[in-house]
């Protein structure tokens, strides 16, 4: 099976045996003139949620000089088969409800909005293509550093808005099933991954995967 294990969950180690296979994660995006180049979790909350300890609604209340009297203008652009607002309220802001002020949109027109307006902020289920569009970095807490989403980041829990998938199977099929795990751990797949809006596992760590699962009886 291929099994989602949300951040701070268990994973069924002890049973199965277990192997990291692919994320799926939140971005966050603003336009490329924006001064802001990492934000935290907290201060996303006091953008987008109802019900935060902050409530941030111009870009000046979140000390961005120059900026004191435009408005935040925050939008949702994620894919309609993709599960990203529903993993950044359950990271940022344990699932209570949107802002009034948050406009929902298409996917094909948010980066088109986000580029023709300074002021505006979105959530979008992948990175965006456009050169006008700057995707930020996020800090689990205040005084942390910020990470942006890349395989490494993502793959070692770095960057705070992701939601972890993996290979696991019963140990007496070890044998059995090592054709298909080399499969999914392979280029083919973790290409496919990417062009569908997912993260693979950083390179790196698929060939160790790889060369570990030749090494097991």
């Known amino acids: 099976a291929v099994i989602a294990v949300p951040e701070n969950q268990e994973v069924p180690r002890d049973e199965f045996n277990i192997y990291p296979f692919a994320y799926d994660v939140a971005v966050v995006a603003v336009n490329d003139s924006n001064p802001l180049d990492e934000i935290t979790m907290s201060r996303l ?24 009297s435009r408005n935040i203008k925050p939008l949702v652009g994620t894919e309609q088969d ?5 993993l950044f309220r359950y990271a940022v802001f344990s699932g209570s409800s949107l802002k009034s002020s948050v406009a929902m949109v298409l996917p094909r027109e948010v980066e088109d909005l986000l580029a023709a307006d300074s002021a505006s902020i979105a959530i979008l289920s992948r990175l965006p293509d456009s050169d006008d569009v700057k995707v930020l970095m996020i800090s689990s807490e205040e005084n942390a550093p910020a990470f942006g989403p890349t395989k490494e980041n993502i793959h070692y829990g770095d960057y705070p808005i992701r939601l972890s998938f993996y290979i696991a199977f019963d140990p007496r099929d070890q044998s059995k099933l090592k054709g298909i795990t080399r499969a999914l751990l392979g280029d083919e797949i973790a290409e496919n991954l990417s062009q569908n809006g997912l993260f693979s596992l950083p390179d790196t760590v698929r060939r160790r995967l790889l060369i570990d699962l030749d090494l097991e009886d």
């Open 82 to 86: 993709s599960i990203a607002l529903e």
């Open 45 to 68: 909350g006091g953008i987008f949620g109802g019900n935060e300890e902050f409530n941030f609604n111009t870009w000046g209340d979140l000390g961005l000089s120059g900026w004191g």
